[in-house]
């Protein structure tokens, strides 16, 4: 199933689901329906009193209007899961999994559906979400199904004479869920398909600006069957929702996804009930060019690595370490693909990248790069463009920077769009330390035809994924999570199902009898 998850070889409809709801004439607002909350296997309004539209980046057009959920429909989500999970929880894995497979099905019949709604509030080619956020989502959905049919342990047996010793994987309770804007449904099935698949239920909120297809996620949940209560979405502003939902006292376990600064509080919020905490936070990956690789397989993918998504993309390639000898033809071959790359928004055909998911998000890339200017320089793109209709949109040309100093922000901080910056090496000692110098440790790439040089890249490149000759692909069955300040904790795979359950040791006594060896041993029971 690798191709499916692979970054492909690229006008909006604006997004509906109101054909899920069950009162139009209630819901209808200027732009569509106000109804973003789903609670207890109903679609709501939020009451905080705020609202909030989603706007496609690549038009500037108002998808929906969003009224933004107060604490109060949170902790009416949170009550909605607490009550769910005693029957939740009870029910069999293979019950789980039969949900799920219902699932998939459903998705996979909505998948035109689900990609145009994700396009038109990310602004991302209809071609990556038809060929990489929805089908790597039914893939997910396909995978966990399975998963939930493997709970493991160790064997059962008499490690003491007296008692036999078994293993309960059992699930958690309510688990609270953040989400990032940059892969709205991919981010949220990872939240959501292990925690369930494993018996638990969740409270999930996804970006604000980003929260439709989190919603649709959730309505066809429950149209495959899953009961009210299980996955509950809240749509509201980080600092206050997203916070409560953090510190909640009903929470038990808190999952988040995000920048590494908010990470950090979340970790702190979780300290006081000492919830189980899941990370996944930024990165500033690597792509390790060697002088005996492959240098036209090394520019593509430095090119597709750095790229996908227009850049937003926490395993995105952002910083090249090129060696010396191949660095001059390495840097213009790079520069001239940036150039050829098309602009476009969703349903332009022959468009590579979108915009940049809003213009905040825009302006925080091209800050980043005028402050580069200062101190390295760019050769290709550093600007937004404005001809063929770009103009009303998010968009950000293709970046290249060189000469910038190892410890410059454009080198350091991460920039989250569609910036590469190149530096050179002399030494695989040198390389590896270049590739090391940061305080992410996501995903790097290592490009070689030398396997020495390869197996020493994989083994001393401090991050949760190295790829070797490639930089991007991800599947269900291999986790993706981070090392250093990039976060802990995995996502997909069985070690994301195994987070999201804890493990209870049984030891049951043998032999009844009232007075025990170990008793003699340390007491005189008088
Ligand atoms: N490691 C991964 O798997 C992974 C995947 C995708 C994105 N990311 C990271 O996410 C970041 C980009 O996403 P972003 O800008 O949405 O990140 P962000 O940290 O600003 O926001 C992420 C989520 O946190 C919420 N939030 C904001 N303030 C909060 C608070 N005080 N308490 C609780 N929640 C709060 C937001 O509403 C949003 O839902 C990048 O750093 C990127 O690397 C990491
Ligand atoms: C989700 N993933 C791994 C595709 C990219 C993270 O931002």
Known sequence: MATQRTFPARRHHPASFLHHCPDTDARQGKHGTHMHQFINGQLLSGTSGNTLDVINPATSEVVETVRLASVTDLDAAVAAARSAFPAWSRTTAGERAGILQKFARIMEERAAEFSRVESSQTGKPLRLTREFDVPGTIDNIDFFAGASRHLEGKATAEYSPQHTSSIRREAIGVVGSIAPWNYPLQMAAWKVLPAIAAGNTIVLKPAEITPLTSL?????????????????????????????????????????????????????????????????????????????????????????????????????????????????????????????????????????????????????????????????????????????GLGDGAFYRPTLVVDAAPDSEIVKDEVFGPVLVVLPFNTDDEAIRLANDTVYGLAASAWTNNLQRAMRATREIKAGCVWVNDHIPI??????????????????????????????????ELDGVIEKDWHRTIFTLR
């Not at 269900?476 to 069985?494: C, I, L, N, T, V």
């Open 216 to 388: 649709m996620f959730a309505q066809a949940l429950t149209d495959a069957g899953l009961p009210d209560g299980v996955v509950n979405v809240v749509v509201g502003d980080g600092a206050s929702v997203g916070a409560a939902l953090m510190q909640h006292p009903d929470v038990d376990m808190v999952s988040f996804t995000g920048s590494t600064a908010i990470g950090r509080t979340v970790l702190e919020a979780a300290a006081v009930n000492a919830k189980r905490v899941h990370l996944e936070l930024g990165g500033k990956a690597p792509i390790v060019v060697f002088d005996d690789a492959t240098l036209d397989a090394a520019v593509h993918g430095a090119v597709a690595g750095s790229l996908i998504n227009t850049g937003q993309d926490c395993t995105a390639a952002t910083r090249a370490i090129v060696h010396r000898s191949v660095y001059e033809e390495f840097v213009a071959k790079v520069a001239e693909r940036f150039e050829g790359i098309v602009l476009g928004a969703p349903g332009d055909t022959d468009a590579d990248l979108g915009p940049l998911v809003s213009f905040k998000q825009r302006d925080h890339v091209a800050g980043m790069v005028d402050r580069a200017r200062g101190y390295s320089k760019v050769v290709a793109g550093g600007y937004a463009p404005t001809d063929g």
């Open 475 to 508: 599947i269900s069955e291999m986790p993706h999570g981070g090392f250093k300040q990039s976060g802990f904790g995995k996502d997909m795979s069985a070690y994301s199902f195994e987070e999201y359950t804890q493990v209870k040791h049984v030891m049951v």
